[in-house]
Nanobody, 124 residues
């Protein structure tokens, strides 16, 4: 069984920064790709970004490109989401996920494992 645990959410003012971590444990600790999603109140879950675990190649949604950075620490089996220049519209529960092999990393239904999420609130 694989477990993903997000941490680091909280309240931050607009323009500020926050880092959210995703720690993975259990079997299959060498994912091909991991993704970040978020879900704002009353909205669907949306893709934020992804990272190819081996190469470290990253991909971002247009809404966060240039402000958010994804990285990983192979030794700690941890993925990070550094969020800068935060906006009120970034307020959401942030989830990390392991992409099912062969699936698109932007597709909610393409995830094999999910964390329970962590809330990020950006005040104006």
């Amino acid at each position: 069984q694989v477990q993903l645990v997000e941490s680091g959410g909280g309240l931050v003012q607009a323009g500020g920064s926050l880092r959210v971590d995703c720690a993975a444990s259990g079997r299959t600790l060498s994912p091909d790709t991991m993704s970040w999603f978020r879900q704002a109140p009353g909205k669907g879950r949306e893709f934020v970004g992804a990272i190819r675990w081996s190469a470290g190649t990253t991909y971002y949604a247009d809404s966060v490109k240039g402000r958010f950075t994804i990285s990983r620490d192979n030794a700690k089996n941890t993925m990070y989401l550094q969020m800068n220049r935060l906006k009120p519209e970034d307020t959401a529960v942030y989830y990390c996920a392991i992409v099912r092999r062969g699936s698109s990393f932007t597709w909610v239904d393409g995830m094999e494992y999910w964390g329970k999420g962590t809330l990020v609130t950006v005040s104006s």
